[in-house]
C-alpha cells in the first residue's frame, strides 16, 4: 500500500510540475508577442502610420535628413569635453612630467601581438623613466643638444572623473595621473607636446629656413600626442592652438612640425589651423632611418 501511495503521489507531483512548466511556457510566449507588437507599433509610429494603417505624416518624411543635433550629437559631445573640462598649461611640477613621460610611452610605440603583457609593461616603464628625464633636462637646458634651444612643455589635463565617466581609465592610469588635493580635484593629463625655440632640433635634417634673418625666431612643435582612448575630441586642437599663443608670446615668427606623410588625420588637422608644406624628407633618408617619410609643414604667426 505504501509502495502505490508513493507512486500516486510522485504522479501527481510529476503531472503537477508539467502543467506549471506548460503555464510558464505559454505566459513567456505571451509576453514575447506583446513586446513583438510593441515594437511593431513603436515603428509603424516613427515611420509615420497609425494603428488603423493611415499615413499620419508626409510620405517623404522617412527620407528626410535628420537634424543637426542629431547628426553632431557626437561631434557636440566630444567639444563639450574640450571646451568644458580640457585645460592646458606648461608643465611646472616633476607630476606632470611624469604624466607627460608615460602619456608619450604610451602613444608613441606599439608592440606585436605575441609581446607578452609583462613585457610590455616593462618596456613602458623603461620609456617612461627615460622620457621622463629628458624632458626635465630639456626644460632647465641641460639635455644633450639643447643647450641652446628654449624648451617649453605643454599639458592638457582633464578631470579623473571624465576619464571615470567615459570608463577610459586604465590599469596604469596613475601613471599619468596627477595627484590633487584632498577635495578630490586630480587630473590626468590626455595631450601634451613640446615647443622648442631655435634654429633647428638636434640631429634633425629635415629643418626649416625661415626667417633667414632671425634664426633665433623659428621653432619647432614635437612630441605631439593624446591619449589613444580620447582622440578624435578636439583636445589636440586645442592643445596646438594653445601652443600657437605661447609661441607667439616667446617671440616665435616661424612655427615648423613634422608630420608622417601618411597620417592622413593630423595633416588635415594642421592644415585646418593655417600650416603649409615647406619641404619633404627624402626617400633614402626614412628608409636608412627605418621610419616612413615625413613633411615639414610651416606656419607663420602674426607679429
Known amino acids: 500500500l505504501d509502495s502505490i501511495e508513493h507512486s500516486h503521489s510522485s504522479t501527481a507531483l510529476q503531472v503537477d510540475l508539467?502543467?506549471?512548466s506548460t503555464a510558464w511556457h505559454v505566459q513567456r510566449r505571451e509576453r514575447k508577442a506583446t513586446v513583438r507588437r510593441d515594437v511593431r507599433a513603436r515603428m509603424k509610429l516613427a515611420r509615420g502610420i497609425d494603428a488603423s494603417g493611415k499615413k499620419t505624416r508626409h510620405k517623404a518624411w522617412h527620407r528626410r535628413k535628420p537634424t543637426h543635433r542629431l547628426t553632431c550629437m557626437g561631434k557636440r559631445r566630444s567639444e563639450?569635453?574640450?571646451t568644458t573640462y580640457v585645460e592646458v598649461r606648461p608643465a611646472e611640477s616633476s607630476a606632470?612630467?611624469?604624466?607627460?613621460a608615460h602619456l608619450r610611452a604610451l602613444s608613441f610605440y606599439e608592440y606585436p601581438a605575441d609581446r607578452s603583457e609583462y613585457a610590455?609593461?616593462?618596456?613602458?616603464?623603461?620609456k617612461t623613466d627615460a622620457e621622463w628625464e629628458s624632458i626635465e633636462k630639456k626644460l632647465t637646458g641641460k639635455e644633450v643638444g639643447y643647450e641652446k634651444i628654449q624648451v617649453m612643455c605643454l599639458v592638457a589635463t582633464v578631470p579623473e572623473e571624465v576619464l571615470i565617466h567615459m570608463k577610459a581609465l586604465e590599469p596604469s592610469f596613475l601613471s599619468y595621473k596627477i595627484p590633487g588635493s584632498e577635495q578630490g580635484d586630480a587630473r590626468c593629463v590626455v595631450g601634451t607636446l613640446d615647443i622648442n625655440r631655435g634654429p633647428r632640433l638636434p640631429a634633425e635634417e629635415l629643418a626649416g629656413i625661415l626667417p633667414r634673418d632671425n634664426p633665433q625666431a623659428r621653432g619647432y612643435l614635437s612630441n605631439v600626442c593624446t591619449l589613444p582612448v580620447m582622440r578624435r575630441k578636439g583636445i589636440a586642437k586645442k592643445l596646438i592652438g594653445a601652443s600657437l599663443r605661447r609661441a607667439q608670446i616667446a617671440g616665435i615668427e616661424i612655427l615648423y612640425v613634422h608630420v608622417v606623410e601618411d597620417n592622413v588625420p593630423a595633416l588635415k588637422l594642421y592644415e585646418e589651423m593655417g600650416f603649409r608644406t615647406e619641404a619633404r624628407e627624402k626617400t633614402n633618408d626614412s628608409k636608412l632611418l627605418g621610419r616612413p617619410s615625413r613633411l615639414l609643414l610651416r606656419l607663420e604667426l602674426p607679429s
Open 18 to 20: 508539467s502543467k506549471r
Open 80 to 82: 563639450a569635453v574640450e
Open 96 to 100: 606632470d612630467c611624469r604624466a607627460a
Open 120 to 126: 610590455q609593461r616593462s618596456h613602458k616603464q623603461m
